[in-house]
């Protein structure tokens, strides 16, 4: 009886360890805390400020912002890593009249996403 409890055991720490370390995705993977945006209508610039989190920027990073106007897409913008392990601003040419809603979803390469919208003011 005590071998068996001895396996048991030993099965549950190879459990834990396949689930941290083998399939870090599932312990690691976050959305993106937070996604901030100014738009400049004199240069028609659009920045987007990003909070994501993340130990390992080259694994796990905001894979893309895709950039919406009145619904419409304006932009997928594709990364392979993030520049930062926390937080980090990428700015976008949009042109934009007073009153056009922009839409922007930073997608994260393991798992969520968060949307913000901004209306363009006069």
């Known amino acids: 009886m005590k071998g068996f409890k001895n396996i048991q055991a030993f099965v549950g720490i190879l459990t834990v ?11 690691l993977a976050n959305a993106p805390q937070d996604v901030k945006l100014v738009y400049d209508s004199q240069s028609q610039m ?7 989190k993340s130990a390992f920027p080259n694994y796990h990073y905001i894979k ?12 997928t913008n594709n990364y392979k890593n993030q520049p930062d392990q926390d937080t980090f601003t990428y700015s976008y040419k949009v042109p934009a009249a007073a009153g056009d809603a922009l839409d922007v979803t930073a997608s994260c390469s393991l798992f969520g996403s968060k949307t913000v919208n901004l209306t363009v003011g006069k």
């Open 64 to 75: 893309t912002v895709e950039i919406k106007k009145n619904g419409k897409i304006q932009s």
């Open 46 to 52: 659009l920045t987007v400020t990003i909070t994501h």
């Open 17 to 27: 360890f396949a689930v941290c370390f083998m399939y870090p995705q599932a312990s």
